[in-house]
């Protein structure tokens, strides 16, 4: 069974920064595509930012310039650092990745961590 689990959320003011963290556990083989979503409340998730295993990086036209997505291959984690945060950032942000188990490759989410930015 795999697992992603995030941290790092929080409250946070207008113009801080915060640091998502989401670690995969489990019987993995190896991991595609990690990524960022978020949902705000009334609203449909969308990505924020998604990087390859080889680096290749996508980022939403709202976070260019101000979030940077990571990974470390070798501890199964992606890292998401917020830097000049907005009140429209506040929702939940989900991690998700592509993950092969043995040969199959399923898609995994995690179960969300709130992040709110006060003005």
């Known amino acids: 069974q795999v697992q992603l689990v995030e941290s790092g959320g929080g409250l946070v003011q207008a113009g801080g920064s915060l640091r998502l963290s989401c670690a995969a556990s489990g019987s993995i083989s190896s991991i595609n595509i990690m990524g960022w979503y978020r949902q705000a409340p009334g609203k449909e998730r969308d990505m924020v930012a998604l990087?390859?295993?080889?680096?290749?990086?996508n980022y939403a036209d709202s976070v260019k310039g101000r979030f940077a997505i990571s990974r470390d291959n070798a501890a199964n984690t992606v890292y998401l650092q917020m830097n000049s945060l907005k009140p429209e950032d506040t929702a939940v942000y989900y991690c998700n990745a592509d993950i092969y188990v043995g040969l199959k490759l399923s898609n995994y989410w995690g179960q969300g961590t709130q992040v709110t930015v006060s003005s």
């Open positions: 990087i390859s295993r080889g680096g290749i990086i």
